[in-house]
């Protein structure tokens, strides 16, 4: 099975803001490879195939932060 890709838009203002979701995902068991922009408000995550989108939709939710949108594998999903 393949890795998946996951993108978020998530309303950050501020370092702290980027910080919070970059720890999570950072702890968080198959993540692979992540980049958060502050600049452009998004999250761009590569997993391991055992990692769903709702556990990392849910994860990033629980940081606070408000998230407006969400792609698997390039495919819009539910936020």
Not at 29 to 50: F, M, N, R
Not at 61 to 73: A, I, L, M, P, Q
């Amino acid at each position: 099975m393949a890795e998946h890709h996951y993108k978020f838009h998530i309303t950050m203002t501020c370092g702290g803001c980027s910080g919070a979701v970059e720890r999570t995902l950072k702890k968080l068991d198959g993540v692979k490879h992540y980049d958060v922009s502050l600049e452009t408000q998004t999250a761009d995550i590569t997993t391991e195939p055992s990692l769903g989108y709702e556990t990392v939709l849910e994860k990033i939710k629980k940081t606070g932060k408000k998230v407006n949108s969400g792609e698997k594998d390039g495919e819009t999903m539910a936020v």
